[in-house]
T-cell receptor
Framework: AQSVSQHNHHVILSEAASLELGCNYS??????LFWYVQYPGQHLQLLLK??????LVKGIKGFEAEFIKSKFSFNLRKPSVQWSDTAEYFC????????????FGKGTTLSVSS | GAVVSQHPSWVICKSGTSVKIECRSL??????MFWYRQFPKQSLMLMAT?????????EQGVEKDKFLINHASLTLSTLTVTSAHPEDSSFYIC?????????????FGNGTRLTVT
């Protein structure tokens, strides 16, 4: 079965700082990888996804993530954060050929001060 | 775009009563729907996988007799919390995948906030 590990529980940044949130997964087969964001009081929204192809994936709101297969990682990055990026970020993985559900990491709380 | 509708968005019930939560895929057929539970400041935990026309598959530790799941059609799955207790208070979220498209990203409902008094 898959599992997802997010290294950072709470990240605090000032506006314009660069962001990198770690995500590692464990699964030996083909995976789909996702990053979701949950703004305070709102539901989950998809930031970006990786299925295949270019391992550098660009998502909405200036976010990107890089799939490094050898490291089983899918870290989320943003060169310059804004106060409005304050939210909970979840990494998730599923195994499409096994028909599995998305398995989520425990999430990282990002707090951006203006 | 694809939309998953979840109803109700919030419900308050008394201990011992049952609550039904509906999850509908509005513009696509969802062979499989998933039910998650999210406690405050925690991640989403998969409760069960619901396949149209068959019994749901529950994750370890989830009581199937307490959390009844029915997936009667390709656009509707329901979760019934039976004999609810205060510890069942949580945020319940459903998600659905396009039929015959294992690579499609799952679409999430807005969730249901259940409070049991």
């Amino acid at each position: 079965a898959q599992s997802v590990s997010q290294h950072n529980h709470h990240v605090i940044l000032s506006e314009a700082a660069s962001l990198e949130l770690g995500c590692n997964y464990s699964y030996g087969g083909t995976v789909n990888l996702f990053w979701y964001v949950q703004y305070p009081g709102q539901h989950l929204q998809l930031l970006l996804k990786y299925f295949s192809g270019d391992p550098l994936v660009k998502g909405i709101k200036g976010f990107e993530a890089e799939f490094i297969k050898s490291k089983f990682s899918f870290n989320l990055r943003k060169p310059s954060v804004q106060w409005s990026d304050t939210a909970e970020y979840f990494c998730a993985v599923n195994a499409p050929q096994a028909g599995t559900a998305l398995i989520f990491g425990k999430g990282t709380t990002l707090s951006v001060s203006s | 775009g694809a939309v998953v509708s979840q109803h109700p968005s919030w419900v308050i019930c008394k201990s011992g009563t049952s609550v039904k939560i509906e999850c509908r895929s509005l513009d696509f057929q969802a062979t499989t729907m998933f039910w998650y539970r999210q406690f405050p400041k925690q991640s989403l935990m998969l409760m069960a996988t619901s396949n149209e026309g068959s019994k749901a598959t529950y994750e370890q530790g989830v009581e199937k007799d307490k959390f009844l799941i029915n997936h009667a059609s390709l656009t509707l799955s329901t979760l019934t919390v039976t004999s609810a207790h205060p510890e069942d208070s949580s945020f319940y979220i459903c998600s659905a995948a396009f039929r015959d498209s294992v690579n499609s990203p799952l679409h999430f409902g807005n969730g249901t906030r259940l409070t049991v008094t």
